[in-house]
């Protein structure tokens, strides 16, 4: 019986995985401080205003977070440019016929349980890695239409270079209903990409589970004894 | 002075006409002065400009309208603002309140057109509607359109008074049956003031008015072309509410404890943290009062699209094509919940198509 040889590959560097989990506390706490903001819980005191902060502080948290998630984005799509292979940017777009390829590989195997040949990819696989593209594109919507709605209240050279933003979408409450929609994309995904990935995990027994803290994942060697 | 119109006369000589004294022009410039947001080391500069330059000739257009603009202008609280700044009764047309009507009315408006080409500044008052060959808006004979195209097209600015001329308000809220259209949509290469607001404040009117000709160009704008001065600071920064929205005090519903204290309207769908207004500062009816102050949230009136961000006592807005009072919370919510469902449905069948796959390497393993 051939047995199988499995090699190390150091896939994810330092900084990715840095990104990745900087990014899913800052999501994380968006989504919370966020869904206080938009409906904030009915607390009844008998202190005077003056006395208490606690929703001034749910939105300074908020925001600050905001700028670390936004700032982290950088930072990854700058090591988008200086990373391994696995952390380019062109990665993330489906640009060859080998990646499309396994896009529909990946969507039979996964979603509809078909047969297709194995995907092997080290990296993230195609259809992953166009999820993710997506996740960058409803983050940099969420960063501009969050600074813009910030920049009415701050002198941050940041919001201030949002503040078209609102403009463009028809003033801040148009704004403020989508920024407060595409929250919403984050829970889903966050649902889907946990599930998934253990899911790959136990089906593929390749270590793309801890993969996102040590670094390593492991690729089938063909023809070991 | 060859004619008796009033276009030629400065504000200082039509307040002597109408019988006010030197002191209550001064106050005037003073008042107008400080609720424009000029310094007041420039103060001197608008007591100049009232005595010296001529008011320039108005024309006030009303289309789909409900002529509460006009309506707010006469109630302000400075008798001098109505009487003369932008003396209603004697603008040179203006369909509620000219004495002139039919062709006379009409000849008269065709006349400062054409004596005053590129001088008058044109006023106008709700929104032109665009479907069905603008039917749904005719005067005298024409549509609304061709009668804003004509007047806009020889003046010196516009000023687009209220929610409908900046942005059609009600008659433009979905499904907009009139195709009702806000004039900077329409006319372009003009400047445009739109001072929305339904009504918009006459204090901010008359200030925009004001500054129009003592410095004899627009006010600085924002984004949307209405002027910072007024429209620069959210209802929400100006409150004098906003402790207690830091606080998270909130009014849960208007008949309880927290209403009569006073608190948040936040949760009660205040539109305050999304509308830009002078409200909470300058305040309506003489600085008397504003809407938060007598205990109802803002509706956001100055903003485009108010209707449409409905209903006005929820914060969040319904979402068209969702069913009665889907809000983005619900909608979220039951996609999550969905997410869920399809993520453990996949669970159970990806455990029976990948038995005997994982079986295999379980297997394997042992070796």
Redo the contacts between chains.
Sequence with gaps: ?G??LMKPVYVWEIPVRIFHWVNAACIVALCATG?LI???P??M?S?E????????T?RFLHFGTAYLFTFNLIYRIFWGFVGNKYARLAGFFPSTKEKLDELVCVVKLD?L?MVCKPVESIGHNAMAALTYLVLFLVSFFQIATGFGLLS??SGSVLSASF??VP?LL????????LH??T??FF??FA??HV?LVC?HD??E?RGVLSSIVGGWKFIVVKGGK | MDNKTNQKQTIWELAQEKGYNRRDFLKFCGWIGAAAGIASTQLGRVVYALENNPRPPLIWLHFQECTCCSESFIKSDHPLVADVVLDLVSLDYTETLQAASGHQAETAMKQTMEKYKGEYILLVEGSIPTKDDGIHCCIGGRSALQILEEAAKDAKAIIAWGNCAFAGCVQAAKPNPTGATPVRKLVHGKPIINVPGCPPIADVMAGVVVHLLTFGRIPELDAQGRPKAFYGRRIHDTCYRRANYDAGLFVETFDDANAKKGYCLYKMGCRGPVTYNACAVTKWNGGVSFPIQSGHGCIGCSEADFWDQGPLYQHLPETAGFGIEATADKIGAAAAVATVAGVAAHFVTANLTKHGEIQDRVKGSKE
């Design positions: 019986m047995s199988t869904y938009g409906d904030p009915a607390l005191s202190q205003a003056y006395q208490g902060y606690w929703f001034g749910v979603i349980q009415a209240m503040a078209w403009a028809g003033g801040d409450m148009a704004a403020r209903n407060h929609f929250a919403w829970v889903l649902v889907v599930y899911y136990y089906v027994g």
